[in-house]
Structures are given as structure tokens and as C-alpha cells.
């Protein structure tokens, strides 16, 4: 039961959210929203989510080795949003042609994961090799359609 609120709260939510916010992200390209306010406004309501969820953890302070990777993590995400977002309002992209393109940054997480923490222990290769060519295959099928 623990590995299916893993997968619940830490992949479904996760999905449904970008998901639902990238319908947003072109909604606000759509209303005008240039990319960097629409990353100062989506990084407010992150700053004010980090401070709801501090206080209802009860989280009191952090190490100063996690701080740098909170950081990259941050960057990365300002740098993937930053991009969709100039994709959907300097390139008119439809949100529908480059969502689905995103799914392979999972590729990137898998394999650095890998790289990094050591995390292919426990895994059936064949099933992860499987996975991540159907994930290529979705992605570039739908980067031609």
C-alpha cells in the first residue's frame, strides 16, 4: 500500500498539476502575459506554497548543503518554465504539440538518477528500456503530427 501513495501523491498529483498548469500557462500567454512576468507570478505563488506547506509540516530550518540543490532545482525549473512559456508566447506553439514533448525530461531524471544516487538497483532493465522507448516514440510522434 506504501508504494501506491508514492505513486499517487508523488507522480498522479504531480502530473495532473503541470498538467492543469500548463492549460494556465496558455491561458496567461493567451491574455498577454509576457515570459518573465508570468515566471515572477508562478514563483510568488510557489514562494507562498513553500511558506503554507513550512508551517503545516511544522519544518523549522534546513541544512546548508540542501540549499544549493534546492536551488538548481529551482533554476531548472525557472529555466523549463521560462522556455514552454517563450514557446507558447514568442512562438505561438500550441500547448497541445509541446506538453506531451516534455514527458522525456522523465528520461533525464531517470538517468541521472541513476547516475547520481545509484538508483538502478531494483530495477528490471528491460521494463525501464521498454518504458523509455515508448516514451520516445510518444514524444516524437507527437513532434510530427
Do not use: C, D, N
Request: no cysteine; proline share 3%.
Amino acid at each position: 500500500m506504501e508504494r501506491f501513495w508514492m505513486v499517487a501523491i508523488g507522480g498522479l498529483v504531480p502530473a495532473l498539476a503541470f498538467g492543469v498548469g500548463a492549460i494556465f500557462q496558455k491561458g496567461a500567454a493567451l491574455q498577454g502575459m509576457q515570459v518573465g512576468t508570468y515566471i515572477l507570478f508562478a514563483g510568488a505563488v510557489t514562494l507562498v506554497g513553500g511558506l503554507i506547506m513550512r508551517f503545516a509540516f511544522g519544518e523549522t530550518g534546513w541544512t546548508l548543503g540542501a540549499v544549493p540543490m534546492a536551488i538548481g532545482g529551482g533554476l531548472g525549473m525557472a529555466i523549463g518554465t521560462g522556455a514552454f512559456t517563450f514557446a507558447l508566447v514568442r512562438l505561438g506553439a500550441p500547448v497541445s504539440l509541446i506538453a506531451p514533448i516534455t514527458v522525456v525530461s522523465t528520461l533525464v531524471t531517470v538517468f541521472l538518477s541513476f547516475l547520481i544516487f545509484k538508483e538502478h538497483e531494483g530495477v528490471v532493465a528491460l521494463r525501464l528500456v521498454a518504458g523509455a522507448l515508448l516514451v520516445v516514440a510518444g514524444a516524437a510522434l507527437v513532434a510530427t503530427s
